[in-house]
């Protein structure tokens, strides 16, 4: 038998409600033997005291509910957003605030560079912000006007490029494709807003975003990433999981020293139903501690602020037309039955509330028809989800992971434009989800917003927009129900609750170790509580080990 | 590029508008011509792979579902395993799904390098389009297929009355009205033209042709002569300004100024492609364009004169030789 290892710690929140705190936790091969006072532990046998955080908090390590591995290949380009946002090593990038500020940062980064065949490439970008005129081609060829320069913007849905990129697409003014954006001139200005201009473009200089995203390097950014937030286990979702990017979630996540416990969804659409539950058979049986494979997920809309979420009447604020099925509402029910009858859970991304009440409506039909009372369908983003649906989610047994991020970022917006006040005054409704008993969770969907649970947690608690607007004060929640949202909450909506979540016997040994007490700190201070690391199946990972890159 | 691109059509159309019946109809009836089909649709009915094996092509799949970047870079990356093989197939006939736009699945083939965009075909299912269009849910999203047609289909109309018949007509009208409309049943419609790699095909002087007694009432074949060099903005203008009834024209000119110099002219929905044309050591095809349009297709010699604008002082007159 290996050896036991008690942890003191200056206070530990267990999140289990028998005993909510406790000074010591034991742990042996990674799995907790109890927490509480180190005479409720000694009985376990001989044991090694690690006081290393004497002066920490322990939390249950915190999982990310809805992330994308993406998270890793953005950081190999440049960050140009306009809020400072901290790199996967750890270094915080600069808040850029105009279009000249991000042309100085990326000449500045093209100096660096000797080769004068690599393109330039930096994400983030977001003229919401702005005011006064778009990005042009003329701006990115002040950087270069011999290597590519693409500056994608922070939706991942429209791209700015220099004049080397439009040449080399064969993009001119004779280009007769929806989303080229032409100038006064009638000549392409370089932004690029349609998904064929842009994978084009990207394509001309050699970029295949979706291949990066499967790279080791991404992956290890990923979970650095998530470590530097406290995060021991992190979804991608979703993911068509070819040959080489399981290989390369296996190889990673096989390492000791890799510092995160994976859940990819299989990204249901990428094939026809029958061939993806297959898929799913021969993904399971490969799961790991630390890969979890057997989750599936089903995009039904866009998103709100691309107007593309599909709503019911009044449809959106400003009287944009009604957004995108991404699935045919008349397949839903049939898809997701394939998978279910397989036994394999399926989360459904959706935005608006016409999708949200079309995906009940499936699962309503297909759970009377095979039921299964831990199916646990969860729905992802449900932004739009009001009273009724709630009360309808909890009858079915279904899950929320709501997008508290959204509330800062973008809430402004919300309230102006795309729901007026009274719909974005209930968005990503917490309140009413845990008032109906709907098991919920919250999220980031890094690399859309940045991953940090703490932060997540903290727009839940305050629902405060950029502007200081407090959105919907009735459907804040505590502190203490915005902590378990990101732990137990997350560990629900992924059928992992009997394992992680909760620092209580039998579960696994992931902490997320802060500088302060995230209760003490309170609905203000919550997101500036400092994490020191994690600790993933009783090994320690120190932030500060994290390499610079 | 060292081989000529490869003609991508798009067939387009809600779930149960006739779109597999008319891929699999497509693989039945033609021969001589490698087709590979893509499908982006996973409904009920399958592609018979079998029959596209048989016939030298392949069917691939594609993510279901709206094109959004997960599914969009799916697409891309068949594309170009396609275009990059040894041996490319002749044609590529994308089956959208019936959310998907099939204008982003044409736009990239505008794009693509290695691709040229061919027609777009939307189906509508006659019985049951004028449900989806007040559907709350599918409104929009049938709406913005039809707009995307080159040429849309009203398929089914065997089981429709004709008042209805006609409301299905104003409705498709309403949404494409530069698109022509043809009515089918079955997904009956003659492949060759609409699929086919379209090369000129010897034909008399303006002579018109329908296509076999089948197609005859659907589609109408015209030729018409290209013997005096044409001035290039005059045929542009023509070509892109000609009544939706013309579905397609392809074939040789030569245009003022170097009329030694042949260029390939290929007109498809309303987008044109006009480049040099080198006959690389082979004959000199004829210089003609062949016409293929709906029934109402104007007249070869209409044609001839659209494209043949008087011009002040030469003396000549505008209706040919
Ligand atoms: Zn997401």
């Not at chain 1, 089903?298 to 400003?318: M, W």
Request: negative net charge; contains cysteine; hydrophobic residues 40%.
């Amino acid at each position: 038998m290996s050896g036991i290892t008690v942890f003191r710690a200056k206070k530990i929140l267990t999140m289990n409600p028998r005993a909510p705190v406790a000074s010591h936790v034991a742990v042996r091969d990674g799995i907790i033997l109890g927490a509480g006072a180190l005479e409720d532990l000694s009985g376990w046998g001989a044991y090694d005291l690690d006081e290393g955080f004497a002066d920490k908090v322990l939390m249950p390590g915190m999982i990310e509910g809805h992330s994308h591995s993406m998270e890793g290949s953005v950081w190999q380009d440049h960050y140009v957003g306009y809020y400072a946002r901290r790199g996967p090593d750890g270094v915080e990038r600069p808040a850029l605030r105009s279009i000249e500020e991000v042309v100085a940062y990326l000449q500045r980064a093209e100096a660096e560079m000797g080769d004068s065949e690599a393109a330039i490439i930096a994400w983030g970008f977001d003229p919401i912000y702005f005011t006064g005129p778009r990005m042009t081609a003329a701006d990115l060829d002040k950087v270069s006007t011999s290597r590519p320069v693409v500056v994608v913007h922070a939706s991942f849905h429209i791209i700015n490029v220099n004049s080397v990129v439009l040449s080399r697409a064969n993009i001119d003014a004779d280009t007769d494709v929806m989303g080229i954006m032409k100038g006064g001139d009638g000549a392409p200005n370089g932004e690029l807003q349609g998904m064929p201009a842009r994978f084009l473009a990207l394509g001309a200089i050699g970029r295949d975003h979706f291949e990066e995203m499967g790279k080791k390097e991404s992956l290890w950014r990923f979970a650095r990433s998530a470590q530097l937030a406290g995060v021991t286990t992190a979804t991608d979702l979703a993911n068509a999981l070819p040959e080489k990017t399981l290989a390369n979630l296996k190889e990673v996540t096989g390492d000791p020293g890799y510092p995160l416990r994976i859940v990819p969804a299989f990204l249901g659409l990428s094939c026809p139903a029958a061939e993806g539950v297959a898929k799913m058979r021969d993904l399971s049986a490969q799961s790991t501690d630390k890969l979890r494979l057997g989750l599936v997920k089903l995009v039904a809309d866009g998103s709100i602020q691309g107007f593309t979420a599909r709503l019911k009447e009044p449809g959106y604020f400003n009287g944009s037309p009604n957004g995108l099925w991404y699935i045919d509402p008349g397949q839903i029910a049939g898809t997701l039955s394939a998978y279910h009858e397989a036994g394999f859970q399926v989360h459904i991304h959706t935005n608006g509330d016409q999708a949200t009440e079309t995906v009940l409506d499936a699962i309503e039909e297909v759970l009377t028809r095979t039921p299964n009372p831990d199916a646990r369908f969860t729905l992802q983003h449900c932004q739009m989800a009001h009273e009724a649906h709630f009360a309808r989610m909890a009858r079915l047994g279904v899950c929320a992971n709501l997008f508290a991020n959204h509330l800062y970022y973008w809430g402004d917006q919300h309230y102006e434009q795309t729901m007026g006040p009274e719909r974005a005054e209930r968005m990503n409704a917490a309140n009413t989800a845990a008032r109906h008993g709907v098991p919920y969770a919250i999220h980031s969907d890094a690399p859309i917003t940045p991953l940090a649970p703490l932060f997540t947690a903290w727009c839940a608690v305050n629902r405060k927009t950029v502007s200081g607007r407090v959105l919907g004060a009735a459907e804040r929640i505590s502190v203490e129900d915005a902590l378990r949202a990101v732990t137990l909450g997350a560990a629900y909506t992924l059928k992992l609750d009997s394992e992680l979540g909760s620092i209580e016997t039998g579960k696994r040994a992931d902490f997320t170790v802060l500088g302060e007490d995230p209760l003490a700190a309170g609905a203000e201070g919550l997101k500036d509580v400092p994490v020191w690391g994690t600790v993933l199946g009783g090994r320690a990972f120190p932030c500060a080990d994290i390499p610079k890159e | 590029m060292s081989q000529e691109p490869i003609p991508l059509s798009v067939i387009g159309g809600f779930l149960g508008a006739g779109k597999t019946t008319l891929l699999n109809r497509l693989l039945q009836g033609t021969s001589g011509v490698r087709y590979a089909v893509i499908v982006n649709d996973f409904g009920d009915l399958a592609i018979d792979g079998d029959l596209a094996a048989e016939h030298g092509g392949d069917t691939l799949t594609f993510a279901n579902g709206c094109l959004c970047c997960t599914l969009g870079d799916s697409l891309l990356t068949t594309l170009n395993d396609l275009t990059r093989r040894d041996a490319p197939p002749d044609h590529i006939v994308v089956e959208a799904s019936g959310v998907a736009d099939p204008r982003q699945i044409a736009d990239m083939a505008v794009l693509h390098p290695g691709l040229r965009r061919d027609l777009s075909i939307v189906l509508v299912d006659a019985e049951t389009i004028l449900e989806q269009a007040r559907d709350e849910r599918l409104k929009e999203t049938v709406e913005r297929q039809a707009a995307a047609a080159d040429l849309l289909v009203l398929n089914k109309c065997d089981l429709v009355a004709r008042d209805r018949r006609a409301k299905v007509r104003d409705w498709a009208a309403r949404q494409a009205p530069e698109a022509p409309l043809i009515e089918t049943e079955h997904a009956r419609l003659p492949l060759e033209l609409l699929f086919a790699r379209d090369e000129v095909k010897p034909a008399g002087p303006g002579r018109d042709t329908a296509k076999g007694h089948d197609h005859g009432a659907l589609f109408r074949s015209r030729s018409v002569p290209m013997v005096r060099p044409l001035d290039l903005a005059a045929l542009r203008a023509g070509l892109t300004g000609l009544p939706p009834s013309v579905l397609r024209a392809k074939g040789f000119v030569s245009l003022a100024g170097k009329p030694e110099n042949l260029h390939l002219v290929q007109l498809v929905g309303r987008r044109l492609r006009i480049h040099a044309w080198d006959a690389g050591g082979r004959a000199p095809p004829r210089r003609e364009l062949v016409f293929v349009g709906t029934p109402d297709m104007p007249s070869g010699e209409w044609l001839e004169r659209a494209l043949y604008p008087p011009v002040v002082g030469t003396g000549l007159d505008n209706s040919g030789e």
